[in-house]
């Protein structure tokens, strides 16, 4: 079973920051927070991961919280290209397979 | 991150015939590489994972028998449905383990048995 929990849908109007939240509450302490999007008929594509210190790269940011519980997934310039489905996972670095669970649709709109 | 293909994209067959999927890892050297299946609406599950030179690992209710995994190299590993029935219409992706432990994806194969 998955460990996070993720609003089913979510909208973001094109060009503001798109927030999305992942509730992971039952989180080890060795375990690293992934973010993962699926575009409609493609293959998942990685986003970021983090482990405590919040993280950006050229696509997203990624804050965790101190108790490491939830963490928020931030676009910060959405575009209709960024409408897809978004995983959270959260996983040991060493570990094997990724679970999904339902994700979280964002549309973007225009 | 890694680059992944896989071939076909899309497939149609008849019931009963057998269907094999190619899953490559295009710059880099994979030892492990899983394969997930995903139904309409719904998240990707893990089929079985498939390690290089050795049989391959599957998920529990996934039987083995009609999945044949080979993992020959370690940029190749394929997945033939044997016998599909329109049930087996799925979508099809491959992974690839990558830097940090990421896994890198393949843009997945349709398979529509009719």
């Known amino acids: 079973d998955a460990k996070t929990t993720q609003p089913p849908s979510m909208d973001c109007a094109e060009g503001r920051a798109a927030n999305l939240p992942c509730n992971h509450s039952t989180i080890s302490g060795n375990e690293y927070v992934y973010w993962y999007r699926q575009i409609h008929s493609q293959g998942p594509q990685y986003i970021i991961h983090g482990l405590k210190n919040n993280e950006t790269n050229e696509m997203a940011s990624l804050i965790i919280t101190e108790d490491r519980k939830s963490s928020t997934l931030i676009l910060p310039h959405a575009t209709l290209r960024d409408t897809a489905v978004y995983y959270c996972i959260v996983r040991v670095r060493d570990g094997q397979n990724f679970v999904f669970g339902p994700g979280t649709r964002l549309s973007v709109l225009p | ?114």
Not at chain 2, 25 to 31: G, H, I, K
Not at chain 2, 62 to 69: P, Q, R, Y
């Open chain 2, 1 to 114: 991150g890694a680059v992944v293909s896989q071939h076909p994209s899309w497939v149609i067959c008849k019931s009963g015939t057998s269907v094999k999927i190619e899953c490559r890892s295009l710059d880099f050297q994979a030892t492990t590489m899983f394969w997930y299946r995903q139904f309409p609406k719904q998240s990707l599950m893990l089929m079985a994972t498939s390690n290089e030179g050795s049989k391959a690992t599957y998920e529990q209710g996934v039987e083995k028998d009609k999945f044949l995994i080979n993992h020959a190299s370690l940029t190749l590993s394929t997945l033939t449905v044997t016998s599909a029935h329109p049930e087996d219409s799925s979508f099809y992706i491959c992974s690839v383990g990558g830097l940090w432990e990421t896994q890198y994806f393949g843009p997945g194969t349709r398979l529509l048995v009719l």
